[in-house]
């Protein structure tokens, strides 16, 4: 009877959960969450990861270098004691631009804070005016005390382009010349030099009619300008933007000689022989300042 | 005789041209500008989206206070506009002065196309004096790639075990067992009778 009564009430136990089991089944109701989950074994030494890295897209500075900040944190399951801080280290490269790696690298970076786990560094990287601007890798390694290494190459600092040329003397000028003579060249080579981080391919000068102080002009015609030393070459005309032949401002380190640097040399080829004698200049009235543009 | 001579100092006031004899101060007004934009790295942006995009000026160093214009040589059809100032003083080492470029890519724009604006940075010389003056300046392209709209990466899918769906099975499981039990104690029963 016994044996009745508890295999009876078992049918209906095991029929009651089949039934509540199938309702909720049916209405969408979860009565047991399935999740995944993971399960970590540690055996012996785990290798750090570096979870993050961030920074923020600069320029150049205009013929100095740039400091670039640079943060990462790293992750080990043995505690943040096991992390080398050492080794904390980050590069910047792209071999495109003639950066290779381990040009521009920090090697001793500092670590601003942690937590069991995770130690958060602080890197500074010099970009210099002459590393061409666009993108670049950013590289962040560290090692832990058992000489296992992580590393992080998923980001991209953007180097923004910053053109800085920069031409001197700012005017040029021509010792007193006699209208018989002729082929004068300036008195000063005009010297361009490459601050920032953008190539310029394109050298135009824009010559405009020098006045005298009273009357008369040197006209624009009686000039030319080149890239070599001497009066020939290109030959301007008033208000006339003149591409130089040959003439280019690449980036370039500026204390390697001619680097990021073009020279453009000056002529009076011959003037006019009714120009009256008198002082010419593009500040006299009537007088406009040369343009040279840099593209 | 006298006439000679009078015709003589003449052609030499004619002969001798006297220019800028000033050998020129070593001097050079420079600057430069953070620019977003340019050919190896096109700002993108999808149809009908605007943008203000601001370009802080330098100067170089060891350079005092430059004067700077700011002009659009290329509008793209009308799609950017100078907002504010178009000539600045820049003060030396300052980074906070800015010229500001408004983009709006046209409602239509095609997916995949490119834009170019062309800005023109120019110093305003300073009185040079009885010199030719130069006034320096450099162009660059601005280009802009049209994208298509900015669509949130979805999130990585995470693998879901359908629990209502296991269960159910497991039920009709479960009622197959009680009925394959009640099926066989009732054989059993009734062999015995």
Redesign the interface.
């Known amino acids: 009877m016994v044996r009745k009564i508890t ?1 009876v009430v078992g ?1 209906i136990l ?2 009651a ?3 509540v ?2 309702l ?3 209405f ?9 989950f993971n399960v970590s074994v540690q055996v012996g030494n785990s290798p750090p990861v570096i979870n993050s890295v961030d920074f923020t897209d600069v ?6 270098v740039r400091n670039v900040s640079i943060n990462f944190s790293a992750m080990d399951l043995n505690g943040v004691g096991n992390l080398n801080d050492l080794t904390a280290r980050v590069e910047i490269y792209n071999s495109s631009k003639g950066v290779a790696p381990g040009m521009r690298v920090n090697s001793s970076c500092s670590f601003t804070g942690s937590s069991a786990n995770t130690r958060n560094y602080t890197c500074t990287i010099g970009m210099w005016y002459f590393d061409p ?3 670049y890798i950013v590289n962040a390694t560290i090692a832990d005390n058992g000489g296992l290494t992580a590393e992080n190459s998923s980001k991209l600092f ?1 180097y ?21 003579v002729i082929n004068n060249m ?3 080579v ?1 010297v ?1 030099n490459n ?2 981080n ?1 190539n ?1 391919t394109n050298v135009v000068v824009t010559a405009y009619d ?1 006045p005298g102080e009273g009357s008369g002009f ?1 006209y624009a015609g009686n000039f030319s300008v080149s890239i070599l030393n001497g009066c020939s070459e290109d030959i301007m005309a008033n208000s006339t933007a003149l591409g130089i032949t040959g003439a280019g401002l690449p980036v370039g380190n500026l204390s390697i000689v001619d680097a990021g640097q073009e020279k453009l040399y000056f002529c ?1 080829k011959a ?1 006019n ?12 009235t009537g007088g406009t ?7 | 005789m006298g006439k000679n001579r009078i015709s003589a100092i003449r052609t030499l006031r004619l002969v001798l041209i006297v220019l800028s004899v000033f050998i020129l101060i070593s001097r050079a007004d420079s600057f430069g500008a953070s620019i977003a934009c340019a050919p190896q790295t096109p700002c993108l942006m999808h149809a009908g989206e605007e943008r203000m995009f601001s370009m802080p000026f330098q100067t170089s160093p060891g350079e005092g206070d430059v004067r700077v214009k700011f002009e659009l040589l290329d509008d793209a059809g009308g799609i950017a506009q100078i907002v504010g100032d178009n000539e600045f003083l820049v003060p030396a080492g300052s980074e906070n002065v800015n010229a500001k470029l408004k983009v709006k890519i046209p409602d239509g724009a095609n997916v995949g196309s490119n834009i170019n604006v062309v800005i023109k940075f120019s110093l305003i010389p300073s009185n040079n004096g009885g010199q030719v003056g130069l006034s320096p300046s450099f162009t660059m392209n601005f280009p802009l790639s049209v994208v298509g709209e900015e669509v949130a990466p979805a999130a990585p899918s995470e693998r879901k075990v359908s629990g209502a769906g296991t269960m159910f099975f497991f039920a009709i499981g479960l009622i197959l067992v009680v009925l394959v039990a009640i099926t066989f104690v009732l054989i059993k029963n009734k062999n015995k009778q």
């Open positions: 295999f049918i095991v029929i959960v089949a039934v089991i199938l909720s089944s049916l969408g109701i979860d009565l047991v969450q399935f999740s995944p320029g150049a500075i205009l013929g100095e601007y666009g993108y953007n923004i382009p910053v053109p800085g040329p920069v031409v001197y003397p700012n005017a040029l000028g021509w010792d007193p010349i006699t209208v018989s300036s008195n000063d005009l361009s601050t920032g953008v310029f020098l040197i009076i003037i022989l009714d120009t009256p004698a008198t002082t010419f200049s593009s500040s006299n300042s040369w343009g040279i543009d840099f593209s």
